[in-house]
């Protein structure tokens, strides 16, 4: 198995943090992982996008031109990514704020209201949380007593009362996700 | 073994660095691999192993503080990329001529002048044909991985000391930025200063009780004596490219065709091997881990056993294609591929490169 | 007339002064007259009066006093042009019970490298900085040096060095004083015996701080002449540095103990 994912949205939205604790996932559970962030100024407000490859083999490029899924949370990440999923493969988007919905008919698509749910959880900064929900809902790569493991070690000590609400929340995206289209 | 951690390469490299049994540790702030002096500041590693952590004023003065320090018999390194590793080659020089053991790390990007920040491996010519005056060289390993950003600390440093030569980890924005699975070796105690002082009886750390004295030096004003120095080095350099080459060659036993790339061209090509075994075109990867000294002979004997073409891989207009062209010396096709200033190239652009360069004609 | 043998002559009961071990018999490079090699000795004297000759590293620069090393018989560094300071710096910190020390010219320690030298007194480093200043590059035959004196001629500065074209002489011994890492900050020459014996009076006090740990950077400017580049016989080059350098550079403690001298 091998699993090549693009996360993509604004810097604050937890686009990284989202990606480290699914690599952190994948090394609880004895696969191979990497995380190749954009950096740079791009970071300071602007888009922030983060490649995370989860395999069962030794990986070769962590740099790619082409994904089994995209996570899209933003109208830029959607231009740029849309067409780069594979064919076949996933995307996973976002709807608030995307003004031009995905139009490629080869793969399937899902929508998770992140940042609405989050908002009604009364905690925007679990946004990133419930899209991870929804994403292992659709692919369940790693599995949720993993990532609770994979969060313990992301998260420092002082931030782990947080876990539970972690949870609740990547509850919350698995419940709230909804399919566009299959192919 | 301990651990596994997830970790970027420059945190990776930091963590090696103490580990390692390093005295001190001198640089600079520069993207992309500033993290590296934000660790170690983090770490306090001063605390614990006594190691010394300096923010020097610029990469012109962290790199003499690596002459005096490494002069003095003591396990020094400095971080940078490539703009400051540029500020640094006059220091090179003078520590290359002196013959003194340090460990320089570049993690390298986009150029010419300020260039950019996202990664690049444009540097390979500065690194492996000496970068400053004179004749000189560096013995540069290049990592491929984050677990090899850690591994390489220690190599490099037992490669210096051994042969009283800066060694260079040559890396990439790539490499430093990225998180992958490490899994560190047992930390290394640092020497006392009486192990320091029985091991090297060439550092400058105080005469001898017998009166003996040391002296750290580049120069020679008498050309006859400058010229059996640079016999000596030249006799040094040619020891190490008989014993020191390394690399890793992936998927090359039946390979028609091989792709010659480091650090983080190497893992594109090597996606892009499996890529084109699936089209079924046999191809290889040769990965050299020492840029400097180079595998020549490696490719040699590839060129002896029927490989038909070659295709260098860097993320560079074409420095590294030089030394594989000079190995293969006309026998076959040797091109180069890569993308500039800063792109990475996809492992498919690498399919179609090799398709059209080597394999279409 | 009686035979007197130099034998009965070399006798311990007639000795008046002996050359510091810490000297190299090698003969100095330096012209006569020339203030570095006298310098030299005072250094090597003090290192060897505090029994220091064991734990101590010398940097030495680029410029007349690149071959230092070959004159002063101890553990020494040869520096790249200005960095002495860097070196010193990374010696010190890793060798902190060391005795360590660079020796400077103007344009080492004044021009090229004066970042190095701002820094390492202002993070306070617990070396000595020896600083000769004679206003002029000597090794490279004589041009201007940023310390040479407004109107003084140079082969890089034919007519006099004018202020307009090409800057004010700058006093970065005064200017090393106001930082916060510097403990001691003196101005000395050596071109007569009561010099030379308050200069190393200065030289020691500045290696004495670095015995008992001074919290911070002890810095000694010789002023010397050069009489070869201001092309002058040496007694009339020692007559002119009195007459025009002193009266810019006086003589004398600019900071002692971490107090700047009123």
Redesign the interface.
């Known amino acids: 198995m091998t699993e090549e994912i693009i996360i993509a949205g604004f810097g604050g939205q937890g686009v990284l943090s989202m990606g ?1 604790i699914l ?2 996932s994948g ?1 609880m559970q004895d696969q ?6 954009s ?3 791009e970071m300071r407000g602007g888009t922030a996008n983060v490649t995370v490859i989860v395999s069962d083999e030794r ?8 994904y089994d899924t995209a996570i899209i949370l933003n109208q830029q990440s959607m231009d740029k990514f849309e067409p780069e999923v594979k064919p076949g493969g996933t995307l996973l988007y976002d709807p608030n704020g995307i003004s031009r919905q995905p139009s490629r008919k080869d793969i399937n698509i899902f929508k998770v209201e992140g940042a609405k749910k989050a908002a009604e959880m009364g905690n925007t900064k679990i946004f990133n949380m419930i899209v991870l929900g929804a994403y292992l809902k659709i692919k369940p790569i790693v599995k949720l007593e993993n990532v609770i493991k994979g969060l313990k ?2 998260l420092p000590e002082r931030h782990h009362k947080l876990i539970p609400l972690n949870e609740d929340a990547i509850n919350l995206g698995m419940k709230s996700v909804e399919v566009v289209q299959k192919v | 073994m301990g651990e ?1 951690k ?1 970790m970027k390469g420059n945190e990776a490299l930091a963590e090696a660095i103490i580990r390692a049994g390093t005295d001190g540790y001198f640089g600079y702030p520069i ?2 691999q500033s993290e590296v002096l934000e660790y170690l500041m983090a770490s306090k590693p001063w605390e614990t192993t006594g190691m010394v952590v300096l923010q020097a004023e610029s990469e012109v003065a962290s790199i003499n503080m690596l002459y005096g320090g490494g002069g003095s018999g003591k396990k020094v390194v400095t971080s940078s990329s490539s703009p400051g590793i540029s500020l640094m080659q006059e220091g090179l020089s003078y520590i290359a001529g002196a013959e003194i053991p340090i460990l320089i790390v570049n993690v390298v990007r986009g150029g010419p002048g300020l260039g ?3 990664p690049a491996q444009s540097d390979y010519f500065q690194s492996t044909k000496g970068g400053g005056h004179g004749d000189y060289r560096l013995i540069v390993l290049a990592p491929s991985s984050v677990q090899e950003m850690a591994d390489f600390v220690p190599v490099a440093y037992d490669l210096a000391f051994k042969y009283r030569n800066p060694a260079m980890i040559l890396s990439d ?2 490499i430093g ?5 490490v899994e560190f070796f047992e930390p290394v105690p640092r020497l006392s200063d009486k192990e320091v002082k029985a091991r090297y009886s060439w550092a400058t750390n105080g005469k001898l009780k017998n009166g003996e004295r040391r002296i750290l030096t580049s120069l020679d004003l008498d050309p006859q004596k400058l010229e059996d120095h640079n016999h000596h080095l030249q006799e040094k350099y040619r020891e190490i490219e008989e014993k020191e080459v390394r690399y890793e060659e992936l998927q090359c036993d039946d390979a028609e065709y091989v792709l010659v790339a480091y650090g ?1 061209s190497a ?2 090509s ?5 890529l084109l075994r699936d089209k079924g075109i046999k191809v290889g990867l040769l990965r050299p881990i020492t840029l400097w000294p180079f595998p020549t002979k490696t490719i040699q004997n590839m060129v002896e056993q029927g490989v038909k073409g070659f295709l260098s891989v860097e993320m560079s207009a074409g420095q590294m294609v030089e030394d594989v062209r000079l190995a293969v010396n006309g026998k076959v096709k040797v091109e180069h591929f890569g993308r500039l200033g800063g792109v ?1 190239h ?4 690498v399919v179609e490169a090799l398709e059209q360069k080597i394999i279409g004609e | 007339m009686s035979e007197i043998a130099l034998k009965d002559i070399i006798k311990p009961e007639n000795l008046v002064y002996q050359k510091t071990r810490l000297m190299t018999d090698k003969e100095l490079s330096y012209c006569p007259g020339c203030g570095h090699g006298t310098t030299h000795r005072l250094i090597m004297e003090v290192i060897e009066e505090m029994g220091k000759e064991h734990e101590t590293v010398g940097v030495a620069p680029v410029g007349c006093s690149v071959l230092a090393y070959e004159f002063m018989n101890i553990d020494m560094q040869e520096a790249a042009h200005g960095r002495a300071p860097a070196l010193a710096t990374a010696i010190k910190r890793l060798w902190p019970d060391n005795i360590v020390f660079t020796y400077q010219g103007d344009g080492d320690l004044a021009a090229i490298g004066t970042a190095e030298t701002i820094h390492a007194c202002n993070r306070g480093e617990k070396f000595v900085i020896v600083f000769i200043n004679n206003g002029i590059y000597g090794m490279t035959g004589g041009q201007m040096a940023p310390t040479t004196l407004e109107g003084m001629k140079t082969s890089t500065s034919p007519y006099g060095r004018d202020p307009e074209l090409m800057g004010h002489p700058l006093k970065i011994t005064e200017l090393v004083a106001q930082l916060p890492g510097t403990y001691y900050v003196t101005r000395q020459s050596v071109e007569t015996p009561s010099a030379v014996r308050k200069a190393k009076r200065a030289i020691k006090k500045a290696f004495q701080n670095q015995l008992n740990n001074a919290p911070g950077l002890s810095f000694v400017e010789v002023v010397s002449n050069c009489n070869s580049g201001w092309k002058m016989t040496p007694v009339d080059a020692n007559n002119w540095m009195e007459e025009n350098m002193f009266p810019f550079y006086p003589i004398g403690d600019i900071k002692v103990d971490g107090q700047l001298v009123k």
């Open positions: 480290k690599a952190y090394i191979e992982v990497s995380w190749m962030p950096y740079g100024p990986i070769s490029s962590p740099i790619l031109r082409a070690k992301s | 596994i997830l993207t992309p950019d920040i996202q924005g790539a930025q990225m998180m992958e699975k983080t893992r594109v090597l996606k892009a091997v499996k990475i996809s492992p498919e652009e």
